[in-house]
């Protein structure tokens, strides 16, 4: 009976959906958590903003991978070099990958509408689930969790306008995330709204 017992504790542990292993922190299997709920799955991929750097740009970004479990996945692996702050899924699930108070790696080789450059020291990158392809539509449910997002990190960081990567992104025409994104939804924010092609670097 006591090793019948082992071998049902194990199965048991199989079946509970705890990562087989420890290190791993992919929950297994993957379930998107959600509208509006969250996973914190950190990523390797970041590091301390700059002494005395104040947060004060959010940069929006969409995936070109086609899921929220995938996106994770990439943003574990230490050999893709990149993260974001938070990624939201097509449901309005989302991912918290850095905290805000890091500094996280997708801005890359980047100047903004004053000229700074090196934006992921000053910014918040925020990544939507969307293949980039100008068609595909950014539902309403994940527009509506960017925005909630938004909000709350207005109340805790002097935020001064929202970019494009495609508008800060250097050389011009090396990013066009996200292609095709409603932007006059989110004018509620009240905040300075730069995306498109920026006129200051793009000599084509
Ligand atoms: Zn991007």
Do not use: C
Request: glycine share 8%; hydrophobic share 35%.
């Amino acid at each position: 009976m006591h090793s019948l017992g082992i071998v049902a504790s194990v199965v048991l542990s199989l079946q509970s959906g705890l990562p087989s292993d420890p290190r791993d922190p992919m929950p297994s299997p993957w379930k998107d958590p959600g509208f509006a709920k969250f996973l914190w799955i950190q990523s390797p991929n970041f590091g301390p903003r700059p002494e005395g750097a104040i947060v004060d740009t959010v940069v929006v970004h969409s995936t070109v991978i086609p899921t929220l479990e995938q996106t994770t996945n990439a943003f574990l692996r230490e050999s893709s070099q990149v993260s974001a702050h938070f990624t939201i899924g097509r449901d309005g699930s989302y991912v918290m990958h850095v905290s805000t108070f890091d500094r996280a790696w997708h801005a890359g080789v980047s100047v903004d509408p004053n000229g700074r450059t090196n934006l992921n020291h000053y910014s918040i990158g925020i990544e939507l689930v969307n293949l980039n392809d100008g068609k595909q539509p950014y539902p309403k449910e994940q527009v509506q969790v960017l925005k909630w997002i938004i909000a709350g990190l207005k109340r805790r960081f002097p935020l001064k306008q929202i970019v494009s990567h495609e508008f800060i992104a250097v050389p011009a025409g090396r990013k066009s995330d996200p292609a095709g994104f409603p932007w006059e939804s989110l004018k509620d924010l009240n905040l300075p709204m730069y995306f498109g092609k920026n006129p200051a670097t793009d000599k084509s």
